[in-house]
């Protein structure tokens, strides 16, 4: 069963640890994530785009590919779906789906037109126990090569969405996707703890936690980060694990292409970084 993302965040956010959303683009990465949770007894938060929910053949192909999975698997500890950096129209689409948990990500709007657009979701979500992420002040990354700096929100701006009732808030604090640049400035917790200070019990969510180091994690944690996004990691050792399995030339042992065992490798990497981001997050155990 797929359950709202509330709870296992309002446990980590009390019990100081954090919950991996990790993004998922296919069946391997599905299967490789959710057994890797139930493996570690740790709460877990699938995170689609809508570009994978389109890749995917549409939200009510990946609904049924993560019930069923969940069914057929076994899976028993807590496991959120959940829409991410959602337009206006992808939220209501993945809510009509079945998403336990949708982020609108309104950080391009003006602050008014994110705040109406917001508390709209939040009637909706409430009256049917889904959880809401909402953003303020965006999250850079590379557009066309060239990598923009991370935005800081403005704490006052994060009060007024938090208190419209949004379960989850992501807040800019020099996060980016994908990989840092060299001369990255590194988080701005000075941002942070003003955020976490003005919105109190709120889950924080931390976006682009591919590359963000140990210590840095483990900090923001401390000062209220209670979902870590991670995306690019995955990608990253799919296929640094895909290439060297190509490289070997074992794509091309035995008789004929077998695509279940070309992609056998890159799961394994999926489920060895799935695992040590859980334990670098703290959520080991806490399911
Ligand atoms: P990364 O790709 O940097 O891990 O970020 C993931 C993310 O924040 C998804 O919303």
Not at 64 to 77: A, D, F, R, W
Not at 120 to 131: F, W
Request: some cysteine.
């Amino acid at each position: 069963m797929l359950v709202s993302a509330k709870e296992m965040l309002t446990k980590a956010k009390a019990g100081k640890y954090a919950v991996g959303q990790f993004n998922i683009n296919n069946l391997e990465w599905t299967k490789a994530i959710l057994l890797t949770a139930q493996e570690c007894n740790s709460p877990v938060i699938l995170g689609v785009s809508e570009g994978a929910g389109k890749y995917m053949c549409g939200y009510k192909t990946v609904v049924g590919m993560v019930k069923g999975m969940i069914e057929e698997l076994g899976i028993t500890v807590p496991v959120a779906l959940h829409l991410d950096h959602g337009s206006y129209e992808g939220a209501k689409k993945c809510i009509e789906a079945g998403f336990s948990s949708v982020m609108f990500d309104g950080s391009h709007y003006p602050i008014e037109e994110n705040i109406a657009k917001t508390k709209e979701l939040v009637g909706i979500c409430n009256e049917l126990g889904l959880s809401l992420e909402a953003e303020v002040g965006s999250i850079g990354g590379e557009e066309d090569g060239v990598i923009g700096a991370g935005e800081c929100a403005d704490p006052n701006e994060c009060k007024m969405i938090a208190d419209l009732g949004v379960t989850m808030l992501a807040a800019g604090i020099g996060n980016i996707h994908g990989k840092y640049p060299a001369n990255w400035a590194g988080l701005s917790f000075d941002t942070l703890a003003a955020i976490q200070e003005l919105t109190g019990t709120m889950p924080l969510v931390l976006h682009g936690g591919t590359g963000i180091p140990a210590d840095m994690i483990q900090k923001a944690i401390s000062l209220g980060v209670s979902k870590i996004n991670v995306n690019t990691e995955c990608q990253l050792a799919f296929q640094e694990a895909t290439r060297a399995y190509i490289e070997a030339g074992k794509d091309r042992e035995g008789k004929g292409f077998d695509p279940r065992k070309l992609l056998a490798p890159g799961f394994e990497a999926i489920k060895a970084t799935v695992k040590e981001k859980m334990e670098l997050f703290g959520s080991i155990g806490k399911a």
